[in-house]
């Protein structure tokens, strides 16, 4: 079985919900015999145990829904008389025609045999993120601002009114003033208790009738949507949508894509017009059944927004399903311009300003007031000198004191400091940026403040030149502009997909956002005002849904695709910096920020549009250059001439785990023309759009000859971009520069021999009801003698623990697009046993075997072919073959194979005495 680690936002579990009838769950599945995943030192799935989805032939739409859930009778009637272990959990027919089975290891191969059966899929894990503390202040801060969706609500008048935006994720909490009366539909397929990813607790779905929200994802990603709170003057993006609320998640805790796609199915049946979806499994495939699900929500006329993920520190490919829908909306994640903060007022000979700091954790409360003079430490890092203090005794007294970030840990420094008698600590950074230190325990009993490091390295400067320097510290908090402010934040996922669709899509604020938390008079809520901070691309996507449902009040006839293309050819890149610094007509990766921020206004009052929305180019390899035809179209009543021009973004070289920036550009011809900048920037090609009228740009798009990275292989991308007068359309493009199939898919895999905890003193051990003889594990210079039981087992009355069936634990570096397992007998014909498509890659290119977690694949054999009759007694090896993504199966260069040592089968009629 291959049970493929989910690693990302948030996601489904399972249950039954407004598909079919309630299922009962099965009790967990016990672990196999034979290793573990812990004795192997290799973590084990964090999918549920034996979840699947079964996808059947037929799309969803073509035939009623009863007719398609009789086909999935069908096939489970089949299983039965099949003899396959196994229990429903939930079917769709809306979204999806299928359902989802919990089944034994050992039966999967069994489940891909049926008539009518077109693919299996793991049902993927995703765990709820946690809210975190922030300003008590009820306002969204400059994150509106930023979208213009404060233009759109106070200038144009729009607020949502008469749309309904549906959310999945952990419910709403339908108490709070942000949502009073507002929401319209809602259905809890969880209950409070649910936890798809522990047996502790109680892991079976418990729905209530409110989709009431403990666990304050939900609601905070409502109240960017659209919550409105007069006495508070908090207004989200669209201020007077109604909600549909689904809850996925109870308080704690993980739930599952099967719960995922339920909420889909249930969104559609309610009309939502927009959907947001602040959840996903990173380094998937379009292919997943989530994501195949919102394409087909959005073929029925809704739009649909998903955070692409918050994977960006495990490298390129990482944005998840369902984001990577090719209809959906992916977003990824900007910082905030601003951000509210403590602040102590700096006095230099006189002349005071504020400087906002965050207060490290285990840290004692500033004294108000208080006046302290400000002093530079010698070092400045205040770390240790020879195992000891740097400073005397009392060389501090009465002092705040300067330090600097780097060397040792944040609790040395503060010790050191402390210890000498100062009054305060104040640390400046030693990069770009804000941080928040943790001193752990010890406690201090003086202020630590941090805050940037411009400002501390003007103080040190003013302190140095003799300067008189004091310090007094302030009650409540005061806005900043964020130096990383209009940056895509470190944790936005990147892009493109596996099949090099161009993903994310779009940008929007997600990095310290403010919003509604459940009240803690309803059993939530970590700030009793009911408003919190939170970051991540899950605060980044009800932006742009929010923006949807302006855009619809005011445009009724657009379709989910104008609503989409709008936006994305309207959107700036104007926010966006490489390496800290502006590079004007150099943007960052399109790969993390898609075409750039979300410009409300601007795509309200477009009258000019550029389909397709973006160009997804492929690879380069025997085709560098692509040609690709844009068509721009005139709604206006005026003719309209526009320069058209090329910025190329930077490249991403390195690795796929480890990203690097590359200056090798992209050129571009437009009719036959450069479009290209010279070095004062002009340049371009002219074109007119007449009135109600179209031209169609036919535009060569050539990848970067040369890469500054030890490489032979990168994403590049970049704009077209279309200047006019009123107005400017901009067009982003993505392709990978060389021959994608170097990038290798398979890492480490592992051979799993037979079980290390059983003896190895006894004959064999025979099981008549399956015709099959199992040996202890070999002596010296045998074979080792499988089962192909993945259960335990007891045998006659030595209670003798069953061998494990023979296990390949594999690493997977990219996502594949199909992997088939085989069993290779003596005589070198090679058996199918399993055929899975459309493959994610693990997390993280750390592979250590030992005790430290890490996320593989495992594939069983059962001692059966793909055409169900049992392999004969005899030496076998199993042989796993992949292919890449993209890769052309005719192709021998585009398939990885590994083939395990041998080992024997045996059957027959030995007796287990």
């Known amino acids: 079985m291959n049970r493929i680690k989910a690693v990302a936002l948030l996601s489904g579990a399972l249950f039954l919900g407004a598909c079919g009838q309630p299922q009962t769950a099965p009790a967990p599945a016990q672990p196999s015999g034979g290793h573990t995943a812990a004795e192997l030192g290799l973590s084990p799935s964090t999918s549920p145990s034996g979840r699947w989805f079964v996808e059947l032939e037929g799309e969803p739409g073509t035939l009623s829904a009863q007719s398609l859930r009789a086909q999935q009778q069908s096939v489970l009637l089949q299983a039965q008389s099949a003899g396959i272990q196994f229990q429903e959990v939930a079917s769709f027919q809306t979204l999806f025609n299928g359902f989802s089975v919990d089944i034994a290891d050992a039966e999967v191969g069994h489940f891909t045999r049926l008539p009518g059966v077109k693919a299996i899929y793991p049902v993927d894990v995703i765990e709820q993120p946690q809210l975190q503390e922030g300003s008590s202040t009820p306002e969204m801060f400059s994150a509106i601002g930023m979208t213009g969706a404060d233009i759109a609500q106070n200038e144009l008048g729009l607020t949502g009114k008469g749309i309904k935006v549906g959310v999945i994720d952990s419910g709403m909490d339908n108490e709070h003033p942000a949502f009073a009366g507002r929401v319209v539909s809602q259905y809890d397929f969880v209950g409070d208790d649910f936890d798809a990813s522990t047996t502790n607790g109680n892991p079976i779905p418990q729905p209530d009738p409110i989709a009431d929200d403990c666990g304050g994802h939900g609601s905070h990603v409502a109240g960017i949507v659209g919550g409105n709170d007069p006495a508070t003057n908090f207004k989200g993006v669209a201020p007077e949508v109604s909600f549909g609320s689904y809850r996925v998640f109870g308080c704690n805790g993980s739930t599952t894509a099967d719960i995922m796609l339920q909420a889909m199915e249930r969104a559609a049946q309610d009309g939502m017009d927009v959907v947001n979806m602040s959840i996903g499994s990173s380094f998937q495939w379009a292919e997943y059944p989530t994501a195949k699900a919102a394409d087909r929500l959005v073929k029925r006329g809704v739009v649909v927004t998903i955070s692409a993920g918050n994977s960006g520190a ?435 895999v592992y051979f799993v021999q037979g079980s290390q905890t059983t003896k190895r003193d006894f004959p064999a051990l025979y099981d008549p009801a399956l015709d099959l003889v199992y040996f202890e594990n070999e002596q010296p210079g045998k074979l080792p003698d499988y089962t192909f039981l993945t259960f335990d087992r007891v045998v006659g009355q030595r209670g003798l623990k069953v061998l494990d069936a023979p296990t390949l634990w594999v690493h997977l570096d990219h996502q594949v697009q199909t992997v088939i397992m085989e069993a290779v007998d003596a005589q070198g014909t090679a058996h199918p046993v399993q055929t899975f498509p459309y493959v994610g890659r693990n997390s993280t290119n750390v592979y250590q075997v030992g005790t430290d977690a890490r996320p593989w694949n495992d594939y069983v054999w059962d001692g059966t072919y793909a055409d169900g009759a049992k392999a004969p007694a005899g030496q076998y090896q199993l042989r796993l073959r992949v292919l890449k993504a993209l890769g052309n199966p005719d192709n021998a260069a585009h398939w990885e194979v590994y083939t395990s040592p041998a080992f024997n089968v045996v059957r027959g009629a030995a007796s287990p005495d």
């Open 314 to 748: 495990n490298g390129q490919f990482a944005t998840g399903a369902p984001s990577l829908a090719e209809k959906a909306i992916s977003v990824a994640a900007v910082d905030n311009a601003e951000i509210s903060l403590k602040s102590f007022n700096l006095t230099v000979d006189g002349t005071a300003r504020s400087v906002g700091y965050m207060l490290a954790s285990g840290s004692a409360e500033p004294e108000v007031g208080k006046v302290l003079p400000v002093v530079v430490a010698d070092p400045v890092n205040a770390c240790s000198v020879n195992g000891g203090s740097p400073f005397a005794e009392n060389q501090f007294s009465g002092k705040a004191v300067l330090i600097q970030r780097g060397t040792c840990t944040f609790a040395e420094k503060a010790k050191n400091v402390a210890a000498a008698g100062a009054s305060a600590i104040l640390m400046f950074n030693n990069a770009p940026g804000y941080i928040s230190p943790g001193l752990g325990e010890p406690a201090i009993k003086i202020p630590f403040a941090s805050f940037l490091q411009s400002e501390g390295e003007a103080i040190r400067a003013d302190v140095q030149a003799g300067k008189t320097v004091t310090v007094s510290f302030n009650a409540g908090e005061q806005r900043f502009k964020n130096p990383t402010g209009g940056s895509i934040t470190s944790f936005s996922s990147y892009g493109m997909g596996p099949d090099l669709d161009l993903k994310p899509e779009l940008s929007a604020p997600g990095g310290n956002i403010y919003s509604a938390v459940p009240l803690q008079s309803n059993g939530g809520g970590s700030d009793p005002s009911g408003y919190g901070i939170k970051s991540g691309t899950s605060m980044a996507a009800p932006h742009v849904a929010g923006a949807a449902a302006l855009l619809l009040q005011a445009h009724p006839d657009w379709t989910p695709e104008d609503v989409k293309t709008r936006m994305m050819n309207t959107a700036s890149t104007r926010w966006f910096f490489s390496n800290g610094q502006p590079l004007p007509g150099t943007p960052i990766y399109t790969q993390l920020q898609g075409a750039g921020m979300l410009d409300i206004p601007a795509a309200h009052a477009s009258t000019v549009f550029a389909a397709p929305a973006k160009l997804s180019l492929g690879e380069s390899d025997g085709m560098p250059s692509r040609s690709k035809v844009v068509v721009l179209t005139n709604r206006g009543d005026q003719p309209q001439t526009f320069t058209v021009q090329h910025y190329p973004a930077l490249s991403v070289a390195g690795t796929t785990y480890a990203p690097k920036p590359s200056t090798g550009r992209a050129t571009m011809t437009v009719n036959g023309q450069s479009a290209d900048l010279d070095s004062a920037g002009q340049g371009g090609v002219q074109v007119t759009v007449p009135a109600g009228g179209q031209v169609e740009l036919n535009v060569t798009i050539t990848a970067p000859t040369a890469l500054d990275a030890k490489s032979d292989y990168a994403q590049y991308g970049g704009y077209l971009v279309a200047k006019g007068t009123a107005e400017t359309v901009s067009v982003p493009y993505g392709g990978f520069q060389g021959d994608y199939q170097k990038l290798e898919a398979m890492g480490p």
